[in-house]
């Protein structure tokens, strides 16, 4: 019997969410203070990469006869899903300025994408308000 590759790994599937635990100790040594500028931006770093390149996500590849792309599950803002062409769309999308505008109209296309995509940014301000020595409260 085959099994899907969720619950093939040792922590069965869990392992794609270490971001949002990650998030959470980000959120407790913003309100502990215990951890110094160094390891709030640590911390906003791994967030930002799991964003991009491991919280599940919508595809949104554009695809011909459909508006609003590719609904298949991806992994990350910048990585398409399963279809190799999704990948390659997707970061294309990054440097064509003319399809600039449908790749960041579909950072906000559902509550998924949503989500993720305010957790990077997020996290991208708050490695920045860390590494500003004025701003930091403590």
Not at 38 to 53: I, K
């Amino acid at each position: 019997m085959a099994t899907s590759g969720a619950r093939s790994s040792r922590l069965g599937g869990l392992g794609q969410w270490w971001g949002v635990i990650v998030a959470a100790l980000l959120i407790a040594a913003w309100i502990n203070k215990a951890v110094g500028p160094t390891g709030v931006s640590a911390l906003s770093g791994l967030v930002l990469l799991w964003c991009f390149f491991q919280a599940p996500a919508t595809c949104a590849a554009p695809v011909r006869g459909r508006r609003d792309g590719c609904r298949n599950n991806a992994t990350g803002l910048l990585m398409g899903c399963h279809i190799r062409q999704h990948r390659w769309q997707k970061l294309k999308m990054l440097i064509l300025r003319r399809q600039l505008r449908a790749f960041f109209a579909g950072l906000f296309s559902d509550g998924k994408a949503a989500l993720v995509t305010l957790a990077a940014i997020g996290s991208f301000l708050s490695g920045i308000v860390a590494l500003v020595p004025g701003m930091v409260v403590g």
